[in-house]
């Protein structure tokens, strides 16, 4: 038998070359539910002319893997159609998001206003790098519409909005916030999505002619679903805007891995499933604190005494994606409330509550399947306590997925090691 000759196709008769340079190219036209991971920081052009016209701004190609492949496409694409926007970047982690808006909108003399219940580190870099960058920030009450407009400048540039409040669960009026925003025409209003996911509301339909500028989203939170993937994303509706955040992103240099974009594309088709699951057994359980005289309050915004749940009712019911996780749980939530132990209790003994918990594991983050606790000691987080708050120690849940009943029993298990 003759041995077929592929000499021809043979870029060398060294094996080295041959695997490098080989001539083999699957079939096209593969389709099955999870596209393809496309992984390159070298991309290839076919001609010099090809290599110098390349546009890397408009996704209309491929110039270098930190500019994207069809991988992180696709994951952008979905994104945007998740939020409401039209434009998606992928950054490192949220925390990275938060920092590429404020370095790309705001330089020396600018200010930036957050609200007091802001994620954490979201302050610690404006009293850090912004600070020392010669931009300057104020705290608001985002509970209070007029504080923020009284803190509004015309060095304002940018103003934060995250509902609800990291932590501390407030609800805030958002349409009002941003009606105060749309006062100073050089305001950019950004807000921490994460809570919502693109599920809750729609950020950039707040209320008609009313929406934010852009979304900060932590990806490691729903979108990825597993506690083992951190990424963030900037989604914006405006082009010029885009573009200009687009620019620092790539001056920064910033990117992500395709594996990990693949672990997010893989979990989105179940994004409002999951998201819908715990809502309900957060409702449930931090329906069940409600009656524990341990709690001097649950925050949670959709409980009826809950700070702000009036505004998380007009903008939540009904949602923008589906009714809510059940007829009887009407509106949408994400799996996450606090509860205040009552004064009386020390803060050892709600370490100790704490360290009783078998199916709540100690750590930070949210958004996968395993239920978490974390105690907050508030008061070094906040200008001041805040009015909205009974006194106590601050303890956070973020409900997983496991059978609500089991963590029913499991709080009430530890409860008895608080006393
Ligand atoms: C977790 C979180 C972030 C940061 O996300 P990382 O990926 O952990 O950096 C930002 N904002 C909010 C509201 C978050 O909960």
Known sequence: MQAQDTSRDRPSPDLTTQLIHHPYHPPKDFAAPQPGVFKASTVFFPSVAAMRSREWKRKTGYTYGLHGTPTSYLLEERLATLEGGLQTLLVPSGLSAIALVGLSLLGQGDEVLLPDNVYGPSKA???????????????????????LARRITDRTRLVWLEAAGSVTLEFPDLPALL????TASQVTVALDNTWGAGLAFNAFDIAPGLGVDLTAHALTKYPSGGGDV??????TRDEALHLRLKNTHMRLGLGVGMNDVEAVLRS???????????????RHLARWCLDRPEFSQVLHPALEDSPGHAHWKTLCLGGTHSSGPDQDLPGNAAGLFSVIVDARYTSAQVDAFCDAL?????GYSWGGPVSLVVPYELATMRERWPAQLKPGTLV?????????EDLQSDLAQALRHLS
């Open 125 to 147: 870099l404006a009293e850090g790098e912004l600070r020392a960058w010669g931009i300057s920030h104020q705290f608001y009450d985002p509970m209070d519409p007029q504080d």
């Open 179 to 182: 009606s105060v925003c749309r």
């Open 230 to 235: 951190l990424m963030g994303s900037v989604i």
């Open 268 to 282: 989105l088709p179940s994004i409002a499933l999951r998201y819908a699951a715990h809502d309900r057994a957060a």
């Open 358 to 362: 078998r199916l709540f594991k100690l």
């Open 396 to 404: 956070r849940f973020s409900i997983g997925l496991e059978a609500v």
